[in-house]
């Protein structure tokens, strides 16, 4: 079988699609990117080339996706399923599933559960085996802002698609590597509670965290701020982008109170960015962070 190089997100759902495509032979190599970088066109695809979990570029061989943003594009070699609660489902499924593939059952449940945000509070407040892992490899974490780590977010990746398949979650979190990054989660839960509460604002039913003033900004996952919260329906983080060029605002809808049936999706679409229903982010140029904000707000409580 043809071998092919992936390009995906660095997270848990790019390193299930590895490890998949890694059992069927047909992979070579692994560029990590930001899906807005896709978006933009700055990455050079070939028919080499098969991408998970990111923004369609034509000329690849394959790209696999479960975006509610990009279900109206219609491609032969595009296989977006957005009802799949992960990409990595899409892709198992697409290769012929349990009758062809031997990965586990268990990594399988868990990346559908982390990427559709299937989580319980106590998922949220003390993670334990996948759920934890699931943390640790999500950039929205914040992990990847400290670089004291004997070895790289890639490397560690890299060593991941191998180490779990052969070995038990236990096993994978005692690794050294994956220990040391557990370590400085539990490290920074106080400083991360303390520091979502000191930099958010609520209003309405929604809880804007402001985070463009706080260095460092702690490791913490993404849902911790709705169960300080328990009646927002809707965060918004804002901060800064790459080198401080543009304005991040990553929009997510609450995992535990989940009254609001905005697209969010389509919001962020209309500042340049896009995403899920219920997940979604843009960048935007500095200067028109403020006015950018209102509008999703004002989307959000239309």
């Not at 978006?39 to 923004?55: A, E, L, S, Y």
């Not at 489902?89 to 990427?115: M, P, Q, T, W």
């Not at 989580?119 to 943390?135: A, F, H, M, Q, R």
């Not at 989940?258 to 979604?280: E, F, P, Q, T, V």
Request: charged share 25%; glycine share 6%; net charge negative.
């Amino acid at each position: 079988m043809s071998k092919y190089r992936l390009i995906t997100r660095s997270d848990f759902d790019g390193l299930v699609c590895a490890m998949i495509l890694k059992e069927l032979d047909m992979l070579e190599e692994i560029l990590f990117v930001h899906p807005k970088d896709m978006q933009d066109g700055m990455v050079d695809v070939t028919d080499k080339d098969i991408t998970t979990n990111v923004p369609y570029q034509p000329g690849v061989h394959l790209a696999f996706d479960h975006h509610i943003s990009e279900k109206e594009m219609k491609y032969i070699n595009y296989i977006n399923k957005p009802d799949a609660a992960s990409t990595a489902r899409v892709v198992y499924d697409h290769f012929g599933g349990e009758d062809k593939l031997k990965i586990s059952k268990d990594i399988l449940i868990a990346v559908d559960k982390s990427d559709s945000a299937q989580y319980t509070k106590e998922d949220i407040i003390n993670p334990e085996g996948w759920v934890l892992l699931s943390y640790l490899m999500d950039a929205r974490t914040g992990l990847g802002r400290f670089k004291n780590f004997r070895i790289s977010n890639y490397e560690l990746m890299m060593m991941l698609i191998d180490y779990c398949s052969t070995h038990t979650i236990d096993e994978v979190l005692l690794q050294p590597d994956v220990q040391e990054r557990v370590d400085m989660y539990r490290k920074h839960e106080k400083l991360f509670h303390d520091q979502l509460k000191d930099c958010a604002e609520v209003i309405d039913d929604v809880v804007i965290l402001h985070l463009k003033n706080q260095d460092p900004i702690y490791a913490g996952n993404r849902f911790y701020v709705y169960t300080l919260f328990p009646e927002a329906t809707v965060s918004i983080h804002e901060m800064w982008g790459l080198k401080k060029r543009n304005t991040v605002f990553t929009v997510g809808k609450s995992i535990i109170n989940r009254s609001s049936d905005k697209d969010l999706s389509l919001i962020c679409k209309s500042h340049g960015g896009g995403g899920h229903m219920n997940a979604a982010t843009c960048q935007v140029p500095n200067g028109i962070a403020d006015e950018v904000l209102k509008d999703i707000l004002e989307q959000l409580r239309a």
